[in-house]
C-alpha cells in the first residue's frame, strides 16, 4: 500500500507560479511510476504530467508542456509539479498517483497505469 498527500495549491493571478508537492508513504520503493491529473468541475480526469521513479523519464500533456515541470527527490518519496505562467483553464482538483506497473513513456499518461491516488488539492487560477 502507498498513501499519498498533495499539498501546495490555492489561488494564484494568471501569469504566476504555484508549486505542488505529493508526498509518499508505506511501501514507496515498488513505485515505478508517479504523475499528477487534474479534474475540473464537469469534467473528466486528464493527465498533466509524469516521471519514472527511478530513470527519472517525464511526459507531459500538450496543454501543460513548456509551462508545468515534475520532478522527484528519492529521498524525501516526494513528486512535485511547478506551474508557470499558469491560466484560468488550468483550474482544477490536483491529484497526485503512484502506480506499481511497468508503463511506457507515454502509458504513463494513462489513469490505468496508476494504483494509489490522493485526495487532491485545489488549484484556482484568476483572470
Known amino acids: 500500500q502507498v498513501q499519498l498527500v498533495e499539498s501546495g495549491g490555492g489561488l494564484v493571478q494568471a501569469g504566476g507560479s504555484l508549486r505542488l508537492s505529493c508526498e509518499a508513504s508505506g511501501r514507496t520503493f515498488s513505485t515505478y511510476a508517479m504523475g499528477w491529473f487534474r479534474q475540473a468541475p464537469g469534467k473528466e480526469r486528464e493527465f498533466v504530467a509524469a516521471i519514472r521513479w527511478r530513470g527519472g523519464d517525464t511526459h507531459y500533456s500538450d496543454s501543460v508542456k513548456d509551462r508545468f515541470t515534475i520532478s522527484r527527490d528519492n529521498a524525501r518519496d516526494t513528486v512535485y509539479l511547478q506551474m508557470n505562467r499558469v491560466k484560468p483553464g488550468d483550474t482544477a482538483v490536483y491529484y497526485c498517483?503512484?502506480?506499481?506497473?511497468?508503463?511506457?513513456?507515454?502509458?504513463?499518461?494513462?489513469?490505468?497505469?496508476?494504483?494509489?491516488w490522493g485526495q487532491g488539492t485545489q488549484v484556482t487560477v484568476s483572470s
Open positions: 498517483a503512484a502506480g506499481w506497473r511497468f508503463a511506457t513513456v507515454q502509458g504513463m499518461g494513462n489513469l490505468n497505469t496508476y494504483d494509489y
